[in-house]
């Protein structure tokens, strides 16, 4: 039944589409990404203070239960790779959007569940336990299983135009990324967090999982249909074409994949908690917190610059270099964040952290399909986003921790600043594995 129901020419044939369906699934794709954004830093920050006070949360204890929900996630993110090679993006994706709209929903119950409960169980034990599996859902469902879905399915139908693809891709991604907090505190302060909760699951619930049914399709050879190559000059232009199908095992056995995930994943840790906590920082650094929100929208400029300049050139330079970047970039972001109230500084961080999400966007989504093949795509994204999901998740908890402890987050800063100068030398010497087989 499940089968019959999820046809490749159901609800219609994808070969009968006027242009090269790959752009379809790109641009469905990007959607399904786009609406990760609920479980993301960004979209999260919005929600954290109104939850805290709430829920009669410190910020640690918050940033606690939020970090090991997202752990958790990350734990599973694997498997739900594993899940997408074996039963397509098209029923997962409907499964991710189901699932994600119904943890939304119960997240937008959490402070009556608390009020309700909260005497008999006890206040902080339950209001833990509520976060935690409030976002150990979110994050599942819409990182590990959403964003890993939409990545493996996207990049499986473009060979020649990988780069392009990622940019459109990348610059769709960073002005949603970056605008949502804009909007979403518009709605949280008119309608409050829980109601903004409740509406983003309906919206999942009807529109996303029906558009994953009509318009995902796992992959161009399950269609009957080419996989785009490109022009002969793009062609041209490519280094080295993936001739070899990596499984994740072996993928996870070459020393240029860790290279490659530890600067992803170290991105993910200063970008995520830099986020997450963004309004606390301002207003400790005397930046008001509209000031602080109104940070995102000019990143989403230097975001925007970075995947356009990063997609258009992946195919003509090494990706070693643009991970040298990124690093680089991040960097200098954490220099602005030690003071937003300063202009300079404010810049700084403005300026790297949009340079560093830029090139993590393109990296995080053509590195794998030219390293290691189109085959295995699903696991390997599903290792890489776990990975990532994790390391994200130590973000908020290193930054919380330092504001308890220190009254400050300046230690946060230079713990994190520690391990930049280490994954630059390294990314010196990551070469694409598939030139042993070209």
Same mark, same amino acid.
């Given at each position: 039944?499940?089968?019959?129901?999820?046809?490749?020419?159901?609800?219609?044939?994808?070969?009968?589409?006027?242009?090269?369906?790959?752009?379809?699934?790109? /641009?469905? @794709?990007?959607? +399904?990404?786009? !609406? =990760? #954004?609920? $479980?993301?830093?960004?979209?999260? *920050?919005?929600?954290?203070?109104?939850?805290?006070?709430?829920?009669?949360?410190?910020?640690?204890?918050?940033?606690?239960?939020?970090?090991?929900?997202?752990?958790?996630?990350?734990?599973?993110?694997?498997?739900?790779?594993?899940?997408?090679?074996?039963?397509?993006?098209?029923?997962?994706?409907?499964?991710?959007?189901?699932?994600?709209?119904?943890?939304?929903?119960?997240?937008?119950?959490?402070?009556?569940?608390?009020?309700?409960?909260?005497?008999?169980?006890?206040?902080?034990?339950?209001?833990?336990?509520?976060?935690?599996?409030?976002?150990?859902?979110?994050?599942?469902?819409?990182?590990?299983?959403?964003?890993?879905?939409?990545?493996?399915?996207?990049?499986?139908? /473009?060979? @020649?135009?990988? +780069?392009?693809? !990622? =940019? #459109?891709? $990348?610059?769709?991604?960073?002005? *949603?990324?970056?605008?949502?907090?804009?909007?979403?505190?518009?709605?949280?302060?008119?309608?409050?967090?829980?109601?903004?909760?409740?509406?983003?699951?309906?919206?999942?619930?009807?529109?996303?999982?029906?558009?994953?049914?009509?318009?995902?399709?796992?992959?161009?050879?399950?269609?009957?249909?080419?996989?785009?190559?490109?022009?002969?000059?793009?062609?041209?232009?490519?280094?080295?074409?993936?001739?070899?199908?990596?499984?994740?095992?072996?993928?996870?056995?070459?020393?240029?994949?860790?290279?490659?995930?530890?600067?992803?994943?170290?991105?993910?840790?200063?970008?995520?908690?830099?986020?997450?906590?963004?309004?606390?920082?301002?207003?400790?650094?005397?930046?008001?917190?509209?000031?602080?929100?109104?940070?995102?929208?000019?990143?989403?400029?230097?975001?925007?610059?970075?995947?356009?300049?990063?997609?258009?050139?992946?195919?003509?330079?090494?990706?070693?270099?643009?991970?040298?970047?990124?690093?680089?970039?991040?960097?200098?972001?954490?220099?602005?964040?030690?003071?937003?109230?300063?202009?300079?500084?404010?810049?700084?961080?403005?300026?790297?952290?949009?340079?560093?999400?830029?090139?993590?966007?393109?990296?995080?989504?053509?590195?794998?399909?030219?390293?290691?093949?189109?085959?295995?795509?699903?696991?390997?994204?599903?290792?890489?986003?776990?990975?990532?999901?994790?390391?994200?998740?130590?973000?908020?908890?290193?930054?919380?921790?330092?504001?308890?402890?220190?009254?400050?987050?300046?230690?946060?800063?230079?713990?994190?600043?520690?391990?930049?100068?280490?994954?630059?030398?390294?990314?010196?010497?990551?070469?694409?594995?598939?030139?042993?087989?070209?």
């Amino acid at each position: 039944m499940t089968k019959r129901f999820f046809r490749v020419d159901r609800p219609f044939d994808a070969r009968q589409s006027p242009v090269y369906y790959g752009w379809v699934v790109l /641009f469905f @794709g990007t959607l +399904g990404m786009i !609406a =990760a #954004i609920p $479980g993301s830093p960004p979209g999260m *920050s919005i929600f954290v203070d109104g939850m805290i006070v709430s829920l009669d949360m410190s910020r640690t204890q918050f940033s606690l239960s939020y970090t090991l929900g997202t752990i958790t996630a990350g734990i599973i993110a694997p498997f739900a790779g594993s899940l997408v090679d074996r039963y397509g993006a098209r029923l997962m994706g409907c499964i991710s959007y189901l699932g994600l709209g119904l943890l939304l929903i119960f997240t937008g119950f959490l402070d009556r569940i608390f009020s309700y409960f909260g005497a008999s169980v006890g206040g902080f034990p339950l209001a833990f336990i509520l976060v935690f599996i409030a976002f150990a859902g979110i994050r599942l469902f819409g990182m590990s299983f959403g964003m890993t879905v939409c990545r493996s399915m996207v990049f499986r139908w /473009f060979e @020649g135009r990988r +780069g392009w693809a !990622a =940019a #459109i891709n $990348g610059v769709a991604l960073s002005l *949603s990324f970056s605008s949502a907090p804009v909007l979403l505190n518009g709605v949280v302060v008119s309608f409050g967090w829980q109601q903004t909760w409740l509406l983003l699951g309906v919206l999942f619930i009807v529109i996303m999982t029906l558009i994953a049914y009509v318009f995902f399709r796992d992959d161009p050879e399950s269609c009957g249909i080419e996989v785009e190559q490109g022009s002969k000059k793009s062609r041209l232009n490519t280094r080295v074409v993936a001739s070899h199908d990596y499984t994740a095992k072996q993928a996870m056995k070459t020393w240029v994949f860790w290279i490659f995930v530890s600067g992803l994943a170290l991105n993910a840790l200063i970008g995520t908690g830099a986020a997450f906590h963004l309004i606390a920082i301002g207003e400790s650094q005397g930046v008001s917190r509209a000031d602080a929100v109104a940070v995102f929208l000019p990143v989403a400029i230097f975001h925007v610059i970075t995947t356009l300049s990063v997609g258009t050139f992946s195919d003509r330079i090494p990706l070693r270099y643009f991970l040298i970047f990124m690093v680089g970039m991040q960097t200098l972001g954490l220099y602005g964040l030690t003071n937003l109230g300063d202009p300079l500084l404010k810049w700084f961080y403005i300026a790297g952290s949009g340079f560093a999400w830029g090139a993590f966007g393109v990296l995080f989504n053509i590195t794998w399909p030219r390293f290691y093949g189109r085959k295995y795509l699903g696991s390997i994204n599903g290792w890489v986003g776990g990975i990532t999901v994790m390391t994200s998740a130590m973000g908020p908890l290193i930054f919380g921790l330092s504001q308890q402890y220190t009254d400050s987050f300046a230690t946060a800063i230079w713990i994190c600043a520690a391990p930049c100068p280490l994954v630059l030398a390294a990314a010196f010497f990551a070469r694409n594995p598939q030139r042993q087989f070209a």
